[in-house]
């Protein structure tokens, strides 16, 4: 706990109200299930591009990509080019496509491609505990801030993340989530452009840090992390982000096709700003305090001990709008598969309005069961993130990619790339100890895809009337 000035308690307070105020606003126009869940639609390319930024920007970066550049250098830096590599896949060959589907939920996609409920049904429960895994990450990072800057206890920081996040999205939806998202990438990327500056100016400038790091550990400069250590975190990332269902729910509320493509550019612009700054910033930071207790704590110690109180306060804000704006669309997305995806299928004649009680019903639940989890003890927030990135990619990526592209995928093949994708990580992961150091993610979506093609090969195709609205007649 550091002495707080007035003026750092007044910015955060500000931004609590805006983000509740957003969702009020955003609320008001939510009438039916598409309204709330795909915002009618109506999102152009820069709000777009800039909640596709901070849906990505989470707590693994502000908290966790921070904290391990804290502990390990700058080397860390080469997963962004796996991870950008994710979003022009699914700018070329995914999102636009998703984006002309005009379905409501991510599951809704199989069910249609594939012409399988219980498919739907299946892609619906691996997202939820995907997304559980992922919160977990988010909370454990906003009770870390909260009780490194308030020096509260851990639990009761995740929880009044939690509980302002649901106030806005239960209300506004994601009209909500997206309005709010685009001020906190342009909170995010503005405070760091001023913050990192000020920061490497207190640690003595450039020459200094770079010299001090290099004595304190050469690694720091050069290279901890070796070329299979990168290439695994940047394919995590990367056939992750490429199929990301958080990020694909995204691409239902934009307008066309078109605005999937500029928003995806967009988002670029804000995603490399932030990247060379938590870089910079972990840098900094091991050069001013080089013993911290926990790499995660590095950026609210930035926020709170290094730059002026406006500015240090900003950028809390900005961490808390990462953590926010991601458990706001996991929310979501999570939900949604619960009201509209599980329930629709033992339910076919619910109607839209009970689907949208439901749907506020499950967000509560959902959103309080991953704190349970957070509040033992966990590895590093990011390699929480790079797990729920592994599992993601492992039953998504070849069932989206090559659904969308190949018209020869077939029922029987996604269903069992899916759960062969989720045991492979698994089994990698937990039985085998990840065997020649190889991230999960790698052998998981080869499975998977291998899985696909060859059953797909062997079994019946799916109607035609299943495939024209990605392949046209």
Not at 146 to 167: D, E, K, L, R, Y
Not at 257 to 278: H, N, P
Not at 371 to 398: E, G, N, R, W, Y
Not at 425 to 430: D, E, I, Q, R, T
Request: aromatic share 12%; net charge positive; glycine share 10%.
């Amino acid at each position: 706990m550091f002495e707080i000035s007035p003026e750092f308690y007044y910015v955060v307070i500000g931004y609590f109200v805006m983000v509740i105020a957003i969702g009020w606003w955003a609320g008001k126009g939510n009438k039916t299930s598409e309204d709330h869940l795909v915002a009618g639609r109506s999102i152009g390319a820069l709000v777009g591009g800039a909640a596709l930024a901070a849906t990505q920007m989470s707590a693994g970066t502000f908290v966790g990509t921070m904290g391990v550049h804290y502990l390990t250098g700058a080397s860390y830096i080469w997963f962004w080019p796996g991870l950008w590599a994710g979003w022009i896949v699914s700018a070329v060959w995914v999102a636009p496509k998703f984006q002309k589907l005009k379905a409501v939920t991510v599951p809704e996609y199989v069910e249609k491609r594939y012409n399988t409920k219980v498919g739907r049904a299946i892609a619906a429960v691996l997202i939820i505990v995907a997304y559980s895994v992922y919160l977990i990450a988010q909370y454990v990072a906003g009770g870390i801030v909260m009780q490194t800057v308030f020096g509260i206890p851990m639990v009761w920081g995740a929880f009044i993340t939690i509980a302002i996040t649901m106030v806005y999205t239960l209300k506004g939806g994601m009209k909500a989530t997206a309005y709010s998202d685009f001020v906190q990438a342009l909170i995010m990327a503005g405070c760091f452009i001023a913050a990192i500056p000020l920061l490497i100016s207190q640690a003595g400038g450039w020459d200094f840090v770079g010299s001090f790091l290099t004595s304190l550990d050469s690694k720091i400069t050069g290279w901890h992390f070796g070329a299979k250590d990168l290439i695994g975190f940047g394919a995590a990332f990367g056939f992750s982000m490429a199929i990301a269902p958080y990020e694909l729910a995204r691409m239902y509320t934009l307008k066309n096709a078109k605005t999937v493509r500029l928003a995806i550019g967009f988002s670029f612009v804000f995603q490399a700003v932030v990247a060379l700054s938590v870089t910079l910033g972990g840098l900094g930071i091991r050069a001013l305090f080089p013993i911290l207790k926990t790499g995660d704590s590095a950026s609210s110690i930035m926020a709170i001990n290094v730059l002026p109180p406006i500015v240090g306060a900003l950028l809390m804000v900005a961490i808390l709008a990462s953590i926010m704006s991601t458990v706001s669309g996991v929310m979501i997305v999570s939900s949604s598969g619960i009201s509209h995806d599980i329930y629709g299928l033992i339910k076919p004649n619910a109607t839209d309005a009970q689907k949208m009680k439901l749907n506020r019903i499950a967000v509560i639940v959902l959103a309080f069961i991953p704190l349970l989890f957070a509040l033992k003890p966990f590895d590093m927030v990011q390699f929480i993130v790079m797990a729920q990135a592994s599992m993601v990619a492992s039953f998504f990526f070849a069932i989206v990619l090559f659904g969308l592209n190949w018209k020869k995928a077939t029922t029987a093949g996604a269903m069992t790339a899916m759960i062969g994708g989720v045991i492979t990580v698994l089994v990698w992961l937990f039985v085998l100890g990840k065997p020649f150091g190889i991230n999960e993610v790698i052998p998981g979506v080869l499975v998977s895809s291998i899985l696909l093609v060859v059953v797909s090969s062997f079994t019946k195709p799916v109607p035609e009337e299943n495939l024209e609205p990605f392949f046209g007649k």
